[in-house]
């Protein structure tokens, strides 16, 4: 209420005030919540300068050791050989920052990149403004939780892929298995996995067991301590035969342990110094079989007991 306006002067003042502060509100409505940034990290590949916007809220804000090899790796002409992603539907699991986002769609790719929902607004961002008027295709951003509710989200009769790229989703978390789920998932008949990652931590090695039960892979290249991997599915009936030779190597870990065990157990006082000898010469020869090995230490004992004989009867 002004009381004695006069020339008005005063209300325009407190109207434009009030209209600031709603201009104010609105734009604090759409500030991220997240105000402090690094700097940014420009890289050059493909000819191109791209720029990445990085924050610190989480792990996929961040720019990982995988994404740069795979990125370096892309752009030789080797790489290009191995992984050609032109005109191709590719899904990117863990995109992050983007980066790799970036130079696949710059590689003719048509890209679907993933992740958590707040990571999204970063990677769009770093996406959009690297790729812009010199992209083949125009990009997709979803979010995806990994193992949950796959079949609804991204349903393998719609969503099928020629390529699935990853770069150092394995490391420290709760969610491998979920991962190798996801990986499963999308890697139907005619898809190539491309995964790089850096070995870290003894679930690392785990995680590539499992791996191993589920795919064929070989390795590219090796850049900077990262590993740069294809894959492709198995046929369950690979899958069936990879279990059953994990099953046979468990049993003749078995054996091999049982046999130890029974070779350092003397009968006598007399042979603990020949089963000693004979758990050494278990473990000195790897390229032999188990069966093989114990052939030998029966013809060892007889040979010995026949030595023995011929002495005794030479006395006698």
Known sequence: LEIGAGTGLVSIVAKGNTENDKQQEYKRSWAPTFYYRPGKEVFSFLGQEITIQESIDSYGATIWPAALALCRFMETLQGRQHIDLLDKSVLELGAGTGLLSVVITLLGAKLTATDLPEILGNLRYNLNKNTRGRRRHEPLVAELYWGHKLDETF????????YVLATDVVYYHDFLAEL???????CQPGTT????????????LDFINNFLRYFDITLL??????????ATSKTPEQEGDHVQEMNKEEEDNDKLESSKQDAVEPNSTSETGNNAEEVEHL??????????????NQVDKGFQEFVRS???????
């Open 193 to 204: 996995l491309v995964w790089a990652n850096k070995v870290r931590y003894a679930s690392d």
């Open 310 to 316: 011929a002495e005794e009867e030479e006395e006698g």
């Open 221 to 230: 290249e090796e850049l900077d301590d990262v590993r740069i991997y294809v």
């Open 180 to 186: 190798l789920v996801t990986m499963r998932h999308f």
């Open 155 to 162: 349903p393998r009769s719609t969503h099928q892929y020629d």
């Open 283 to 296: 473990e000195c020869d790897d390229t032999q079989s188990l069966e093989n090995k114990m052939e030998e």
